[in-house]
C-alpha cells in the first residue's frame, strides 16, 4: 500500500509505504470504520488476507490470522446492522474448503465486527460472487445485498428475496436514473455491453 501527497503543481511524492502484504491487493478502502472521527486503510489480498490500518500514524490495527481464508472473493464496508461502526461483509474462502469444477471459488458470506475484530456472522450458504454492493433497490426502507451472480438479498436476515436466472455480468453499480428515488443496477458485462436492471420490478429497463 503507498500513500503519495500532492502539491500545487501536481506533483506527486510518496510520504508513506506499507510492509509487504505478500500477495497482491485485490482492493482498498479509506474510511472512519470505527466512527471516531479518524480514518482507516483496509485492505484484502489475493491469498485472503484482512490488513487494517491507522490512517493517521500508519500502526498496523489488524491482519487477518495466518491461514483462515484461502481467497476472498469481494467485499464492501458498511452499516450492516444497528451499531454504529462499519462492519467488512465479504465472500471468504475458508482455507482448506474444498471445491469443484472451474469457476470461481465458493465461500460463506462473512459479517466481520470491526469494534470486537471477530467474524458475528457466517451464511450456511455459499456464493461465488466476484463483486457486492449494497444499496436500497425497492420500495421497502431496507437496504439490500446485490451479488453480480445475480442474489438480492435481505440486509437485516441475509435471505435471498429474488435471484435473477443470468446473473448480473461482472461488475456492479448503482444510480437513480428515473428520479423515483429508488436506485437502479447498472452491470458491466466485460468489455462487451452494459444493462440496467429495475430491481424493484424485477426487470431489465435497457
Known sequence: IHILEGNNEGKFKEVWKSPSLNSPVRELFVKDIDIDGESEIIAYTANGNIFIYDYENRDQVYRTPEGTYQNINCMVVENMDDDPQLELFFIGVKSGQEQSGSGEPAGNLIQFDTKSLFDEWTSPNLYTAIDMLVGNVDNDPEPEIILNT??????????????????FGSRLYLIDLDDDNILELVTEYGESYVRIFDIDSRQEKW
Open 150 to 167: 445475480g442474489e438480492i438479498l435481505n440486509l437485516r436476515f441475509k435471505d435471498v428475496e429474488w435471484k435473477n436466472p443470468d446473473g
